[in-house]
């Protein structure tokens, strides 16, 4: 009687446990055991230069960082990279023009498009005076994957960090123009504020462990 007592108890914990993680799993939880505010991992396959997509237009001054999706559900970063640079074979016309400083691919691979020194296409009215980040995604919702979502911190963080930027002057495409993008965290406004806290936490945390060391 005792030991069946005991199995239902252990079942039962078990069962509260499940439940437990169920629930978080909506929600992104930022690890922040590996913190390090120190460049990431970058790899850098610029653009060729042409009018439609790295214009080499002088980026002077730096007020903010735009987040992105890719609209293009399972495609990646190089991908992405290689969409923008094809469209120096198209005519000099407004519907093509369309690029980004950087994109995050599903694993977490950062792809530098464009020099932080040059402007690119992907922000409207605020191309000239903000860094772009695009975020690959697996799905047609726009959410990003972990280790996308990993990275972006960390790069938003060295770039907020590099630029003196404070994290609240990272918004959305959304923000500039209305488009729905990035999707996710456009249809998710909680979402979007956990995604800036997080930003807001790393560079607090990092802050605190250089000045320990
Ligand atoms: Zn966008």
């Known amino acids: ?109 950062i792809v530098q498009c464009i020099p932080e020194n040059e402007i690119a296409y992907a922000s409207n009215d605020r191309n000239s005076d903000t860094i772009s980040i695009e975020c690959c995604h697996p799905k047609k919702n726009g959410k990003y994957t972990k280790k996308t979502y990993q990275a972006l911190i960390h790069l938003a963080a060295y770039l907020c960090d590099k630029y003196e930027i404070e994290p609240e002057k990272i918004i959305r495409h959304y923000d500039v123009t209305g488009k729905i993008c990035p999707r996710y965290y456009v249809k998710h406004p909680d979402a979007w504020e956990k995604l800036k806290s997080d930003v807001d936490v790393y560079l607090k945390k990092s802050l605190k462990k250089t000045k320990a060391e």
């Not at 690890?31 to 790899?43: E, G, L």
């Not at 016309?93 to 950087?102: D, L, N, R, T």
């Open 1 to 109: 009687m005792v030991s069946l007592l005991a199995i239902l108890l252990v079942v039962g914990i078990a069962h509260l446990f499940r439940d437990g993680s169920k629930e978080t799993k909506e929600v992104m939880a930022y690890d922040f055991s590996s913190i390090n505010v120190a460049k990431p991992a970058i790899s850098e396959m610029f653009l060729t230069k042409n009018v439609n997509s790295r214009p080499g237009t002088a980026l002077n001054r730096i007020n903010g960082i735009v987040i992105h999706y890719t609209a293009n559900p399972g495609t990646d970063a190089e991908a992405n990279r290689n969409y923008f640079d094809s469209r120096k074979d198209f005519p000099d016309e407004a519907g093509y023009k369309v690029s980004s400083h950087f994109i995050v691919g599903l694993d977490g691979t």
